[in-house]
């Protein structure tokens, strides 16, 4: 039976690639690409074939009111009041949201605690839609204890980013909690700073930085200890920003208009994305320490849109095993098989994963 997915916010800078995606890797599936610049819906729609733009409007009291026999919604913009998660819930309706920050994502899952739950949700709105968090699993698969997990990212400053991640700049000057030895503690914003070296041989400097990935991989591991740190290709805007962070300057900068954590970096066209995981921990009383390394040419969004197609698949269940109904994280049901259907998208889409 063919599949019908709504897309909302399908349209947009990472949104549009998952589409595209979506169409390439299930030709049978039928697409509604949703929104409330319609227009832009329905020239991509035309563009991929067997799909529609339909109006979509987040914020109404019931977004999916005016649709039937949906299987799935994927959701590429940010919801504020959870009305479109809340309208899946009630129907039933598989739902993969990828935009929240951790405090939303929370929300999220509270809200879905509320309803009985008959198709899965999940809420992957970790580093490139979840995949860094699934690969770092699957190093601390077989290990007795997991003492360590870190995530490193090497942002590139010519890369393109979408105007929602560009909103993140207000909450990179706050503390978070993190898992620091083995206990959740507050940390301070771009702290605890590590030289790390990337698979092209670049060797910098990368903060800890607030992502689902500091919480979910110690939940799923029992890890001791979790990081997921940024570091820039060029120069060290990051420790200029530590700087005003400290001073009390930078929570003023982001509240003037036009000024922003894209504005800061100067986004460009586009440019590589590369990312380091070590999982350090022990296996029959020896001490080891597991590494993965993931480049995608194509840079962070056509990652991030790869990590939606992959989620989508999960709770929609093509290509590969349905998440069990319930609230879902990226860590949820891991299995062999399905982390095998990771490792296959990213090589068919030349995303470089090596462990």
Known sequence: MTK?????GGYGVVGAQAARLLRKHHPDVEILIGGRRQAEAEKLAAEIGKARGVALDTTEADPLAAFAEIDAVGVFVHETDDLLLRAALRRGIAYMDMTRGWDAMTRGLATAALFEMRAPALFSSHWMAGGPAIVAHALAQGLDDVARIDISILYYTGDRMGPDSASAGTGMSQEFVARVGGDWRRVA???????????????????????????????????????????????????????????????????????????????????????????????????????????????????????????LERVAGLGQARLRPGAALPESDFTAAGFARLKTLYAAEGIALTL
Not at 4 to 8: E, M, S, V
Not at 237 to 247: D, G, S, W
Not at 297 to 311: D, K, M, R
């Open 4 to 8: 019908r997915i709504l897309l909302a």
């Open 189 to 311: 914003p771009l702290s605890d700073e590590k030289r790390v070296r990337f698979p092209s041989g670049a060797v910098r400097t990368v903060y800890r930085m607030n992502m689902g990935d500091v919480v979910t991989p110690a939940l799923a591991s029992g890890a001791a200890e979790v990081g997921v740190r940024l570091g820039l290709d060029k120069g060290n805007a990051l420790a200029a920003m530590r700087r005003l962070i400290r001073l009390g300057i930078w929570g003023v900068l982001m509240k003037i208009p036009g000024i922003s954590a894209i504005a800061a970096t100067k986004p460009g066209p586009g440019a590589a994305h590369e990312i380091v995981i070590e999982v350090e921990g022990a296996t029959d009383g020896r001490r080891e320490t597991r590494r993965a390394t993931i480049v995608d040419p194509l840079g962070q969004s056509h990652l991030t849109a790869v990590g939606a197609l992959y989620a």
